[in-house]
């Protein structure tokens, strides 16, 4: 008796509610599609942005070779020891070293600060030292220069450089 009264149900459920029914399947439909799109788009977008390729010898030599020639004062450092002469000249002694690995430097601007007994700065000048410095390596230089009379002590430091391609003879 319960199944006939069911049957007897569904035809009057079916009439009263179709028309309902169809626009909230329809509806379902719809919003899953658009969820299961999105998703699928979500993660290719994601997979390309994470999977970042990866880059050449030549590629990186060139990042490398922009980087360091992009900032010549991380790589580029004085050793300089000095001495006063017999005839009271301050000569500066020592090496420009070029930590780089690519990068070559030319036209090296040095500043040279006279110091005091109390390390109080009397003056400074800055010299340009018009040489090539190439990559890893080290140049010798020697300045002289006529000192004011109350200096103690020298600081020396690299304040630029000129990126360079080097000559070939």
């Not at 109350?150 to 070939?168: C, E, F, H, Y």
Request: hydrophobic share 40%.
């Amino acid at each position: 008796k319960g199944n006939k009264q069911l049957f007897e149900f569904l035809p009057y459920f079916w009439e009263k509610y179709s028309i309902k029914m169809m626009k909230i399947l329809r509806l379902l439909i719809i919003c899953v599609g658009i969820t299961i799109t999105t998703s699928c788009q979500n993660s290719t977008d994601k997979q390309y942005i994470y999977q970042k390729r990866e880059l050449s010898p030549a590629e990186l030599r060139k990042e490398l070779m922009e980087k360091e020639m992009s900032n010549p004062l991380l790589y580029l450092n004085t050793k300089i020891t000095w001495r006063t002469n017999f005839w009271g000249t301050t000569i500066l002694e020592g090496t420009i070293n070029n930590n780089a690995t690519l990068a070559n430097f030319k036209d090296v601007v040095l500043k040279i600060v006279w110091l005091s007994k109390t390390n109080t700065e009397i003056s400074s000048i800055r010299k340009i030292i018009y040489e090539y410095v190439p990559a890893g390596h080290s140049i010798n230089i020697e300045l002289k220069f006529d000192a004011p009379s109350d200096m103690s002590d020298v600081s020396i430091g690299v304040v630029s450089a000129t990126p360079a391609q080097l000559r070939k003879n």
